[in-house]
């Protein structure tokens, strides 16, 4: 089992930048895929970004491709999502989610077994 839990988000004028952190706790955080989903208001959640176990491979969602870079740094046991020239339309509950399922270039929020709470992203026009 893991814990996680998300930190960095807040409110940023579009254009700006920001990092969400997902730290985790719990069992061996390179056994996981990891991924960033996001669920903007009143809208379903959606899928954003996933890294595999290693960091070698990622995947992106075309609204978010070439603006957000996901990474993970397996030592720290962190996830990190770097968000940059965020737009009004990037508003949203960003949460982080883990699956022991393996690599796939995207998966649907019902294959994770773990999910975090979520950070609040709000993008200001």
């Known amino acids: 089992q893991v814990q996680l839990v998300e930190s960095g988000g807040g409110l940023v004028q579009a254009g700006g930048s920001l990092r969400l952190s997902c730290a985790a706790s719990?069992?061996?955080?390179?056994?996981?895929?990891l991924t960033w989903f996001r669920q903007p208001p009143g809208k379903e959640r959606e899928f954003v970004a996933i890294?595999?176990?290693?960091?070698?491979?990622?995947n992106y969602a075309d609204a978010v491709k070439g603006r957000f870079t996901i990474s993970r740094d397996n030592a720290k046991n962190t996830l990190y999502l770097q968000m940059n020239s965020l737009k009004p339309e990037d508003t949203a509950i960003y949460y982080c989610a883990a699956t022991t399922a393996g690599w796939s270039m995207e998966r649907r929020p019902s294959e994770y077994n773990y999910w975090g709470k979520g950070t609040q992203v709000t993008v200001s026009s």
């Open positions: 719990g069992r061996t955080f390179s056994d996981y895929t």
């Open positions: 890294i595999s176990w290693g960091g070698g491979r990622t």
